[in-house]
């Protein structure tokens, strides 16, 4: 069946270092969309990657949709802690419905 | 323009009840999905409600149901609860328009089960 793998689950670092997770799915995907949940918050959409190869930027967010379209990234440059939660990719499901399959998720924690 | 709303925000039940949760989609979207959220887990997709009615439906029994209504609001039931059930559901909404882009979540229903 369908699955996305997520690493890692869990990184620490200092305030101003940089931060990156990585999305691995077994099938070639039509499009990626990556999500930030706060703690104790909801998921809360970041940006969606159609093309292969895609790269796109958000101030000190970078994403990067793989040439294969199975494989996607997100590094954070200089991270703040209001960057920290939990940061998802989700795969869209069979059918054109707009059903998300997520990742485990790997969680920022970022000591001041 | 008010965001994807749910409500309760949280809920505790024993094993054997039945819950009730509602969601009112963000204005303009017509489609409504629930997801479960387990601790430390992604979201997992229960099912999807378009034009009223059951669209797609994840790996999850029998004892999940749920109804949209004319105004696009929907609701999740969850009969015989088990303790596994304990998680946090989100509801989140979108618009059809030839394809799905963003889904837009709400704060979630937080449920225990004891």
């Known amino acids: 069946g369908q699955q996305v793998m997520q690493i890692p689950q869990y990184q620490h670092v200092q305030e101003g270092e940089d931060f990156t997770t990585y999305c691995n799915s077994s099938?070639?995907?039509?499009?990626i969309q990556w999500y930030k949940q706060r703690p104790g918050g909801h998921p809360v959409f970041l940006i969606q990657?159609?093309?292969?190869?895609e790269v796109k930027k958000q101030k000190r967010l970078t994403f990067q949709f793989g040439e294969a379209k199975k494989n996607s990234s997100l590094h954070i440059t200089a991270t703040q802690t209001t960057d920290v939660g939990t940061y998802f990719c989700?795969?869209?499901?069979?059918?054109?419905?707009?059903?998300?399959?997520f990742g485990q998720g790997t969680t920022l924690q970022v000591k001041p | 323009d008010a965001g994807v709303t749910q409500s309760p925000t949280h809920l505790i039940k024993t094993r054997g009840q039945q819950v009730t949760l509602r969601c009112s989609p963000k204005?303009?979207?017509?489609?409504v999905s629930w997801y479960q959220q387990a601790l430390g887990q992604g979201p997992q997709f229960i099912f999807q409600?378009?034009?009223?009615?059951?669209?797609q439906r994840g790996n999850f029994p029998d004892r999940f149901s749920g109804h949209q209504f004319p105004n696009y609001s929907s609701e999740l039931n969850v009969n015989a609860l088990l303790l596994g059930d304990s998680a946090l559901y989100l509801c989140?909404?979108?618009?059809?328009?030839?394809?799905?882009?963003?889904?837009?979540f709400g704060p979630g229903t937080r449920l225990t089960v004891l």
């Open positions: 204005s303009g979207h017509d489609t």
């Open positions: 989140a909404s979108s618009r059809w328009t030839g394809v799905y882009n963003e889904q837009f």
């Open positions: 990657l159609v093309k292969s190869g």
């Open positions: 409600y378009y034009e009223e009615e059951e669209r």
């Open positions: 989700a795969q869209p499901g069979s059918g054109n419905t707009g059903k998300l399959i």
């Open positions: 099938t070639t995907l039509s499009n």
